[in-house]
């Protein structure tokens, strides 16, 4: 199971469904495209250490 994994979900569709729908499945981040890949990696690296900051407080 995935439970506590960051998960971003990429999409060239930005309609505010889909982002809702996002939200309901619990996505971490929607990325629509057009995006730059500098964005994309920052945005990754900060659900990394949203996770990290979450492990040291669980333990």
């Known amino acids: 199971m995935l439970i506590g994994v960051p998960i ?3 999409s060239s569709l930005d ?3 889909e982002r809702e729908h996002a939200q ?12 730059k890949k500098e964005e994309l ?3 990754i690296e900060v659900l990394i ?5 979450a492990n040291k407080k669980e333990g």
């Open 41 to 43: 990696l920052k945005r």
């Open 15 to 17: 309609e505010a469904t």
């Open 8 to 10: 971003a979900l990429l």
């Open 49 to 53: 250490e949203k996770k990290k900051e």
């Open 24 to 35: 309901e499945i619990r996505a971490s981040d929607y990325i629509t495209k057009p995006y």
